[in-house]
């Protein structure tokens, strides 16, 4: 039997397709529900929970509970340890396929021998390859990984005989995706493809919860999130709280903690106003698409709303008033996505026999690029393979030439996923060793084709005359950070040198928790990475920049300084930018520089902010900005130079944050990906 999967950060189903009805159809799970939380809890006896039961025990605050794992696939980072053992989301995503496979052969009596998963559109080849591999594991084959959005647009397009171009709007519990298709007779042909990975219902949920402490927080002066098992409750019951407000006016939320107890109303108003910034974060990726593809709102029939989280009264309002193009609910929300899946699988079965042809053409969600070295050889650069939003499958050959007097056998090749003409900006998907080409010091020509098969996963192979040769993958180093440098200093065993300016928005808006649990994550922060190779600086900015602490490898020094930093010492609010200033201190230093910026608040001179982060590009400095509370992420993605360079996170996750960027400064790959 062949299903579909829709592999959720909140929730999962399983679909077949039924050839006596002709339709996909959901195999529900043992409790007889079609969707099944991805959830899983760790009992201290030793039982694992996957699915219903374990959001029991989360809703109770029992067990270590892992949920929203899917956010950090790819990245081998640990997800949960339990009695000794590490698990990763890969491991964590094969318990919860495993046990969505045995609910489907129970529901069906059937053995399950091949899959289809559904991935985000925007997930890189890390993440695609760990879902694959994760399948794998379950003992299924896996024919083919199908992004999400596409697999709704399959569900939608393959019951619609008209023409139209449609924009899927997938706003999932934990992801957010958005992809243009035309739909032609039933036929699938996506245009161009954007998003959030780490953007979605959860982040919504967040907000209730911390309205909620905040409120309690004023009331009794304690904090109910200091307790893991209560935070694990609001987090459960604000999902709740969510779709009540998707219904109704308002939604009283009782809250008890160490001996207080409290009532508090939360009206669809206030939810609304408090989470506006979340909505403007998805009009900003619905904006770059169409501007990326140089298309226009008008070119556009309607919007098709997919995912649970697009239940928000306020998303399709949102939608309209932004495009003023019809906006359309997907007949089934929660499943569109699965029963794609199930399509996709029915059609890469050889007998088929109810299922008409149906032909989908997708496109890759990164460009692929090969790491080079510029023109006039003073730095590395990624020369772009190829491009995004390009027809998947895609092929690129290209001519790569062994000087003359050259005599080596062999040559590294590293493979980049990313825009960014840096190549630190970008993820380092992989290294592989070209050898077996006859040189004999002449000049050699060799071929190296690059290949985005239709899962969107990475190939390459290498000719010389035509004739193939030995390409064999390494491990990609743990320090890369010499690729931010110059090919004539490459170094083999040495150390990089790193300049590190914090710059820290001290506006009015950061007083309170803000600017004390910034403090605390930056002196985390330093921590980490502090070494004798390691410089960094201090810089706050509102109306006015004041260096803190220069360039220094002191780290008692930065760490004094850190405590030296209070709201509004340089005005109440953010008409300067910290960037100038930043890069002629790093711009004098050797080795790299890299300017982290938290900020807020919405900057009051945004387009010369702009320009100077120009100017750092132009000097090889690495930008990566972080924004809290009523930050305008559009303005922060426009002076980040990494790609994922934008980091918009919560209060109680900006320690984590500022963790996934000291590992990846710590290696030199910049491709960030936040933890949950």
């Not at 694990?232 to 939320?253: P, Q, R």
């Amino acid at each position: 039997m062949k299903v579909g999967i829709d592999l959720g950060t909140t929730y999962s189903a399983v679909a077949r397709y039924d050839r006596n009805t002709n339709k996909p159809m959901i195999l529900p799970n043992s409790f007889g529900k079609e969707i099944t939380p991805s959830v899983i809890c760790f009992l201290d006896d030793g039982d694992i929970l996957v699915g219903e039961d374990a959001k029991d025990m989360q809703s109770n605050g029992t067990g270590v509970n892992a949920a929203a794992f899917k956010r950090n696939m790819g990245d081998g980072s640990i997800a949960v340890s339990f009695n000794g053992k590490d698990y990763t989301s890969e491991d964590l995503s094969a318990m919860l396929l495993q046990h969505l496979i045995a609910d489907a052969e129970k529901a069906t009596g059937e053995k399950i021998t091949e899959a289809v998963i559904t991935v985000p559109a925007y997930f890189n080849d890390f993440q695609r390859t760990a879902t694959i591999r994760a399948g794998e594991a379950c003992g299924v084959k896996v024919p083919k990984i199908i992004n999400e959005p596409t697999a709704a647009a399959i569900s939608y397009g393959y019951k619609h005989a008209s023409d139209k171009t449609v924009m899927v709007y997938d706003l999932g519990g934990g992801t957010f995706d958005v992809t243009i298709v035309r739909i032609s007779k039933g036929n699938i042909e996506v245009i161009g493809t954007e998003g959030n990975h780490i953007l979605g219902g959860k982040d919504w949920d967040a907000a209730i919860v911390k309205y909620v402490c905040d409120q309690f927080i004023d009331e009794f002066d304690v904090d109910p999130r200091d307790d893991l098992p209560t935070k694990n409750e609001l987090i459960v019951a604000a999902e709740g709280y969510k779709k009540t407000l998707s219904i109704a006016e308002s939604v009283t939320i009782p809250l008890n903690y160490d001996g207080y107890s409290a009532k508090y109303t939360l009206t669809r108003a206030e939810f609304e106003s408090m989470t506006e910034h979340l909505l403007c974060a998805t009009k900003d990726v619905c904006s770059d698409l169409i501007d990326s593809l140089n298309m226009s709102w008008t070119d556009i029939d309607e919007i098709l709303l997919v995912g649970g989280s697009t239940r928000m009264p306020s998303v399709a309002r949102f939608l309209k008033d932004l495009t003023g193009r019809d906006v359309v609910a997907h007949g089934d929300t929660d499943l569109a996505v699965a029963k794609g899946a199930a399509i996709t699988a029915e059609l890469y079965c050889s007998t088929a026999t109810g299922l008409r042809a149906v032909q989908i053409a997708d496109v890759t969600a990164h460009s692929l690029g090969v790491l080079s070295v510029s023109q006039d050889g003073s730095k590395f650069v990624n020369e772009i393979m190829i491009k995004r939003n390009s027809k998947v499958p895609s092929t690129v050959r290209r001519q790569f030439t062994v000087k003359k007097g050259n005599v080596t056998d062999k040559i590294e090749v590293f493979t980049l996923q990313g825009e960014s003409r840096m190549p630190l900006d970008c993820n380092v998907l992989a290294k592989v060793v070209i050898s077996g080409f006859y040189n004999r010091g002449q000049g050699v020509i060799i071929d190296i084709e690059y290949n985005y098969d239709e899962n969107g996963v990475v190939n390459i192979t290498a000719y010389q005359d035509g004739e193939p040769l030995s390409v064999v993958a390494e491990p990609v180093p743990d320090d890369i950070r010499w690729m931010g440098g110059s090919p004539k200093d490459r170094p083999s065993d040495e150390t990089i040198l790193k300049n590190i300016a914090i710059c820290v928005d001290l506006s009015r808006s950061m007083e309170g928790d803000p600017i004390e649990a910034a403090k605390e994550s930056i002196r985390d922060f330093v921590h980490t990475l502090a070494s004798k190779d390691t410089k960094f600086a201090l810089i706050g900015f509102g109306d006015k920049i004041k260096v803190v602490q220069e360039l220094t490898s002191d780290s008692q020094a930065i760490l004094g300084s850190i405590d030296d930093l209070k709201v509004k010492m340089v005005g109440r609010g953010t008409d300067a930018s910290p960037l100038d200033t930043a890069r002629l201190m790093l711009s004098s230093a050797a080795g790299i520089g890299i300017i982290v910026v938290l900020t807020d608040g919405i900057w009051g001179k945004r387009d010369a902010a702009v320009e100077q982060a120009m100017g750092c590009r132009s000097d090889n400095i690495t930008i990566i900005a972080v924004g809290l509370g009523e930050a305008d992420t559009s303005f922060l993605r426009q002076i980040a130079t990494v790609d994922a360079g934008a980091l918009f996170t919560t209060i109680d996750r900006l320690g984590d944050t500022f963790g996934t960027i000291a590992t990846a400064i710590s290696s030199g790959n910049m491709g960030l990906r936040t933890q949950e």
